[in-house]
């Protein structure tokens, strides 16, 4: 378990959790995720609030940056397609 600069993770029971971007990774993973960096922070963050979807749940257990922005992209995506709507 490294600290990379500017990681500002800290461990809960078996889990490592990003305070600053909320990835969160098992303790014993040998391949521990990258923080988000700002831009990436802001475009999850603009994605959560124009569509209500909680910055925890497009995160989730993330372990790759890039699957969170996927998980965002899939939220616009649906939107703008009108899923879930009856």
Not at 43 to 69: F, T
Not at 74 to 84: A, I, P, V
């Amino acid at each position: 378990m490294s600290k990379r600069p500017g990681c500002e993770a800290r461990q809960y029971s078996d889990q490592m959790q990003c305070g600053r971007c909320g990835l969160a990774w098992d303790v014993n993973d040998p391949d521990e995720p990258d923080c988000l960096d700002e831009t990436e922070l802001a475009a999850i963050d603009s994605i959560s609030k124009a569509h209500g979807v909680p910055k925890d749940e497009m995160l989730g257990n993330a372990k790759r940056k890039k699957e969170a922005l996927k998980t965002g992209a899939r939220y616009l995506k649906q939107m703008r397609e009108g899923l879930g709507d009856d």
